[in-house]
Every structure is written in C-alpha cells, then in structure tokens.
C-alpha cells in the first residue's frame, strides 16, 4: 500500500478539467487491474496477497503464531519482498522527474507503470508454462515477481500526491470517504473520485475471480491488459502535450 499519511488532507487539483477526468479514469484502472490480481493471487496462489501489503502482515503474524491455516511465511515473504523491491525501483524512477511534464501525469509515472508491465508479461508467461497449476515451488516466484509490479503502481501512484487514492488497498479511502459524513468538507468530484475508487477495486476482484473459476489460464491477461492500456493512454497523452 502506498504510504501517504492519512493526515494528508485532500488536495483540490488546478488540472483542467478534462485532463482530471482522464487521470481518475486511468487511476480507476489501475484498481481494476489490482483488484483483479489480489483475488487471483489470494484465491489461486495459496491465500496470499500481493497488492494488500496490510493483509500479508496479518497474514506473517499468524503464521509465526503457529496457525496451522495461516500462509507459508515464505511465500508470505516472497510477496512482501517484492513489493518492497518495486516500490524502491518506481521511486527511482519517478524521483527523477524534476517537473510536471504531462498535462495528465508526469512521464515518469508512465515509465514506472511501463517497467511494471515486464512483471506483468513475466507473471503471464509462468502462469501460461505451469496450466495455471503452479506447484508450491513456483508459487513463491509468481508471488514476488506480481508483487514487484504492484510495488511499481503504488509508488508510480504516490508520487501524484492525489490525497486519499491508493490504487493496491482500499484502507484509507473507505477512511477519507465516510469521515467526510462527519464534516461533509470534500468537494463533490473528490467524493466521486473516491467511490470510483473503491467499485474499481469491486470490479476487479469480480473479474479477476470470475475468471480464475472459468478461465484460469487467461486470468492473469486480465490485469496485464488493463495496465497496458493505461501506459499506452497516459503515453498518447504526453505526446499530445509535447505537440
């Protein structure tokens, strides 16, 4: 999950608003294609998360409880791991940037997100070779090398600073979304910019598991697709800003 402070109040964007609209349909994306990958990976790769960092934890701490139905800490690990590995090359990546250099997004992020993909491809190609019936032995790799492409989208995502989206967990937006009954103090396309947020992810999950039960080869091409669509979109983007 990305680690934006949910003390963090929410910005109100000076983005035109066409190129804001744009940028929450890509973000809404990326959540479908998370969303999608966490159902596959919980439901086909041993009950282990590999977008919802705060679930393996969990997870971790019951196996090192002695659960006998809690996760091998292994693979637990292995997706933690690789969570953390992609979110340290992302973070090179968009920290690279010195200013904004889309109308939509700055091009880093788009890079990062494209770097994301191989992980996606390789994912794709391990779960193609193996049927879709990974034994415990590629289960680990599978989990790492996902989880290195959802460390990528979290960091890609973070370094927008769009206040209470996060595109890997839903956490902190449910947060932002219903304490705002309290004070009503968000404006109205931040609050619909949030239940986009959160059906994404409902989406994806459906998606992803519906297609797990009925198309378990072809799952994975699920969230792959969607990512590349919205590297491909945010690309077409930035060259017509350049134009």
Do not use: C
Not at 223 to 241: D, Q
Request: charged share 10%; net charge positive.
């Amino acid at each position: 999950m990305s680690t934006e402070s949910l003390a963090t109040p929410i910005k109100s964007s000076d983005q035109p608003v066409g190129d804001v609209g744009l940028r929450n349909s890509l973000l809404d994306a990326l959540t479908v294609s998370s969303g999608a990958i966490d159902a596959i990976s919980f439901l086909g790769l041993g009950k282990i998360f590999t977008a919802f960092m705060t679930g393996n934890i969990a997870f971790l701490g019951m196996a090192l409880a002695g659960s006998p139905t809690a996760p091998r800490v292994a693979a637990v690990l292995s997706s933690m791991a690789g969570f953390a590995l992609g979110i340290f090359i992302a973070t090179k990546i968009v920290s690279s940037g010195q200013k904004p250099s889309s109308t939509v997004w700055p091009l880093e992020t788009t890079v990062a997100l494209g770097f994301s993909l191989i992980a996606h491809l390789a994912f794709n190609v391990i779960w193609f070779v193996n049927g879709a019936q990974p034994g415990d032995a590629v289960i680990p790799i599978l989990l790492a090398v996902w989880a290195l492409a959802m460390g990528m989208q979290s960091a890609a995502v973070r370094r927008l600073e769009v206040g209470g989206i996060f595109t890997t967990a839903a956490t902190a937006t449910f947060i932002f979304l219903f304490s705002d009954l309290a004070n009503f103090s968000m404006k109205g396309d931040e609050r619909r910019r949030m239940r986009g947020i959160l059906l994404s992810l409902a989406i994806g999950a459906t998606g992803g598991a519906y297609l797990l039960l009925h198309a378990p080869l072809y799952a994975p091409a699920l969230p792959l697709v969607v990512t590349a669509l919205v590297v491909l979109t945010a690309g077409r983007a930035f060259a017509r800003s350049q134009s």
